[in-house]
């Protein structure tokens, strides 16, 4: 168990038997209470297919029923049930190759770190492209692990932008993804990238939107939206 | 029944709603979410038509306005999505499957639906008649907007929603089951959430 922020933990899970998954892909986790109630809900993996664990990274909605079972109650031993992986469409492998673009809000950032981390592990060096929206600096999941793969000079570069207010000598975008940060993290729509865009439904939304008017074609799209509408 | 979860309580059960109209696995929530695998299409309505073709003896289209001329039922139903959440009393207005397929001569048992973006889903079309499908325009007395599938979505309540295609376009019937998009990457191919049939082997 790892905290990654003060509203988000990794699990990593002993899973016997498991089959195996793409980076990108998610399961499903059910609790049963004592009295038989049962509360079931999707979590993308954020580990490489490479990893012996399957880790979920899991941010707390303070009003929520799952959530805040698994970032704040769990204790190491403890046992639940899960299935998976599931899903064949929000995936990428080493072997589809680049150039591609990863657009992630908040935990959107989670099926996306699978990826990053699979393209590391499988020792790709296809041009990838990471655009990371989160609200405050201390809200960025995975901070040090992003610099450390930024830093390995093998094709992936990394832009991070803060939606509510920039820390002192901040060197990202302070502002919503926009069409201008996006066009400035490429690839350029005729490079053709594969795009993944995951996070929290209004941001999906927006980003997706801004990304067809840039020209990516529609079929190039993907997109994993979480919670609810709104916002 | 599994083994219970250390330290898992639950939400307090909600004493409003009826557990009876509630599914395996599905908890009720108050707004609306979104589950789509691209980005939302937006057409024109001097652009959409909706056509029904394959099997059939002719293959007939209708425009947006022919569409709105032809008889509207309003109806309110539960919906059930795979994503585990359920919104109960949904409204709706659109015109009857049954509606469309009256003047349709065909042999066919099975219906691949087609939407803007690419999107297919295909269920046996007796799912589809009988009073069990629409296609609606208007949700809650407003225009259904582009995220829920404006201008226009098929809706099948007694089915997981993901049959329920957002942006559709029209029905190919088909002689053979042909599994859409969702059926092969994995879930299942009738999607009952009575019988919470999520993915393949459930
Ligand atoms: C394919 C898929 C993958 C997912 N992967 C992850 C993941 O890797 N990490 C992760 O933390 N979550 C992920 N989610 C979201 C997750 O499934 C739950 O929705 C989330 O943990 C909230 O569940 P809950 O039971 O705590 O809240 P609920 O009891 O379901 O909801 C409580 C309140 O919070 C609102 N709410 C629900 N979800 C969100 C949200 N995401 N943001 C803001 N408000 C919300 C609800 O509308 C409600 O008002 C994923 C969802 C999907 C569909």
Redesign the interface.
């Given at each position: 168990m790892v905290d990654e922020t003060a509203h988000a933990r990794t699990l990593a899970l002993d899973v016997p038997g498991w089959p195996g998954h793409h980076a990108g892909q998610h399961l499903d986790v059910?609790?049963?209470?004592?009295d038989?109630?049962?509360?079931?809900?999707?979590y993308s993996i954020a580990s490489a297919p490479e990893d012996a664990r399957v880790a979920l990274t899991i941010e707390r909605i303070d009003d929520g029923?799952v959530s805040p079972?698994l970032a704040g109650?769990?204790v190491v031993g403890?046992?639940?049930?899960i299935?998976g992986p599931?899903?064949?469409?929000?995936t990428w492998r080493a072997s589809d190759g680049g150039p591609v673009l990863l657009v992630g809000g908040g935990s959107g950032l989670v099926p996306l770190m699978a990826m990053l981390r699979h393209r590391a592990r499988a020792g790709s060096r296809a041009d990838a492209r990471l655009l990371v929206s989160a609200r405050t600096v201390d809200d960025l999941l995975y901070r040090d692990e992003l610099e450390r793969l930024a830093s390995a000079m093998d094709g992936l570069s990394i832009t991070t932008t803060l939606t509510r207010g920039t820390p002192d000598g901040w060197k990202g975008h302070g502002r919503r993804v926009d069409a201008a940060m996006l066009g400035e993290v490429g690839p350029a729509a005729s490079a053709a990238p594969k795009v993944f865009v995951c996070g929290p439904?209004p941001f999906v939304?927006a980003v997706?939107?801004e990304?067809?008017a840039l020209g990516h074609g529609?079929?190039a799209?993907?997109?994993e939206?979480f919670?609810?509408?709104?916002g | 029944m599994p083994p219970f979860t250390r330290g898992f309580h639950g939400r307090p059960r909600r004493p409003d709603v009826d557990p009876a109209r509630v599914p395996p696995g599905q908890y009720v929530v108050e707004d609306f979410p979104v589950l789509s695998a691209g980005p939302t299409p937006r057409t024109p309505i001097d652009q959409w038509s909706f056509t029904i073709q394959g099997a059939v003896d002719a293959a007939q289209t209708w425009t947006w306005e022919e569409l709105n001329a032809l008889p509207q039922e309003t109806f309110t139903v539960d919906i059930h999505c795979v994503t585990k959440w359920t919104k109960l009393g949904t409204a709706w207005t659109g015109v009857s499957v049954d509606t469309l397929l009256e003047g349709v001569g065909t042999e066919a048992e099975y219906v691949s639906v087609h939407a803007d973006g690419g999107y297919t889903t295909n269920l046996p079309l007796e799912d589809l008649s009988d009073g069990k499908a629409w296609i609606a325009h208007t949700f809650d007395g407003e225009p259904l907007e582009p995220a829920h599938g404006g201008p226009a979505r098929l809706v099948v309540p007694h089915l997981y929603f993901w049959k329920s295609a957002k942006w559709v376009r029209g029905l190919t019937l088909t002689v053979d089951d042909e599994p859409g998009f969702w059926e092969l990457a994995g879930y299942n191919n009738y999607g009952d959430p009575w019988r919470e049939q999520r993915y393949w082997g459930d």
């Open positions: 059910r609790l049963t209470a004592e038989g109630y049962q509360a079931e809900r999707s029923e079972y109650d769990v403890d046992a639940f049930e299935r599931i899903g064949g469409h929000f439904t939304e997706a939107d990304l067809v529609a079929a799209i993907h997109t939206r919670g609810p509408t709104g | -």
